[in-house]
C-alpha cells in the first residue's frame, strides 16, 4: 500500500525559513517522480515543484522559483521542500504527491496518483 | 503556461442524478494530458482520470472523462451521497496547472 507521511510544518514568521519532509513507503520510490502542491484555506491547488527519480532534473512554479528547493534521498524514501524567503501567501497546507510510472513512449508525466494527508504551514508574525 | 477554467462554479443536484463538469484550457492541452481528482472537506485530493479518460484504478465506472484538445468534461452518471465533494480539472502536458474547481453540492 502506497503510503505518504508529510512532516515538518508549523508557524514561521515572514522571511523565515522551513523544511518539510515526506516519507515514502509502499512502493520503488526512486522510480517514481514526486511532487509538492499546496492548497491555501479554502483555495484551490496550486502545483509548487516536481523531481524526477533520479534526483537529476527539478522544476519549480514562478511562484516559488529561488526561493524553494526540493531533493529527495532515495537511500531513505524521504522528498524534501526546503522553503526560504517565506511569505504570507505561501500559507497552505503543503502535499506531497507522487507521479505515475515512468512510460518509455511518454516519459515522465506530472499527474498525482497518490497523495499525502498535508502539512500546515503557516506564515505570519 | 496553460490556464484552465472551470465551470460552474457550483452545482447543485440531487442524489440519482447526472453531473456534468466542464474544464476549458487557454491552450489547446497537448496528447489530452488532462487528469480530475476529486476532493472531500478535510482530505487530500484523489485522482478520478487521467489522459482525458481513463479512470485510475478503483474508480467507479459511474465517472467518465471525455475531451480533448481545450474543451474537457468530466460526468458522473448516477451521483452517490459519497460524490459531493469538489473537483478540480489539471493539465500536465506544459507546467502543471489546476483549474479552480467544481463543488458539486447536494440539492
Known amino acids: 500500500e502506497v503510503q505518504l507521511l508529510e512532516s515538518g510544518g508549523g508557524l514561521v514568521q515572514p522571511g523565515g525559513s522551513l523544511r518539510l519532509s515526506c516519507a515514502a513507503s509502499?512502493?520503488?520510490?526512486?522510480?517514481?517522480?514526486m511532487s509538492w502542491v499546496r492548497q491555501a484555506p479554502g483555495k484551490g491547488l496550486e502545483w509548487v515543484s516536481v523531481?524526477?527519480?533520479?534526483?537529476?532534473?527539478?522544476y519549480y512554479a514562478d511562484f516559488v522559483k529561488g526561493r524553494f528547493t526540493i531533493s529527495r534521498d532515495n537511500s531513505k524514501n524521504t522528498l524534501y521542500l526546503q522553503m526560504n524567503s517565506l511569505r504570507a501567501e505561501d500559507t497552505a497546507v503543503y502535499y506531497c504527491?507522487?507521479?505515475?510510472?515512468?512510460?518509455?513512449?511518454?516519459?515522465?508525466?506530472?499527474?498525482?496518483?497518490?497523495w499525502g494527508q498535508g502539512i500546515l504551514v503557516t506564515v505570519s508574525s | 503556461e496553460i490556464v484552465l477554467t472551470q465551470s460552474p462554479g457550483t452545482l447543485s443536484l440531487s442524489p440519482g442524478e447526472r453531473a456534468t463538469l466542464s474544464c476549458r484550457a487557454s491552450?489547446?492541452?497537448?496528447?489530452?494530458?488532462l487528469a480530475w481528482y476529486q476532493q472531500k472537506p478535510g482530505q487530500a485530493p484523489r485522482l478520478l482520470i487521467y489522459?482525458?479518460?481513463s479512470r485510475a484504478t478503483g474508480i467507479p465506472d459511474r465517472f467518465s472523462g471525455s475531451g480533448s484538445g481545450t474543451d474537457f468534461t468530466l460526468t458522473i452518471s448516477r451521483l452517490e451521497p459519497e460524490d459531493f465533494a469538489v473537483y478540480y480539472c489539471?493539465?500536465?502536458?506544459?507546467?502543471?496547472?489546476f483549474g479552480g474547481g467544481t463543488k458539486v453540492e447536494i440539492k
Open positions: 489522459s482525458a479518460s
Open positions: 489539471q493539465q500536465y502536458g506544459s507546467s502543471p496547472f
Open positions: 509502499g512502493f520503488t520510490f526512486s522510480s517514481y517522480a
Open positions: 491552450q489547446s492541452v497537448t496528447s489530452s494530458y
Open positions: 523531481i524526477r527519480g533520479s534526483g537529476s532534473s527539478t
Open positions: 504527491a507522487k507521479g505515475p510510472p515512468y512510460n518509455i513512449l511518454t516519459g515522465f508525466l506530472y499527474y498525482f496518483d497518490y
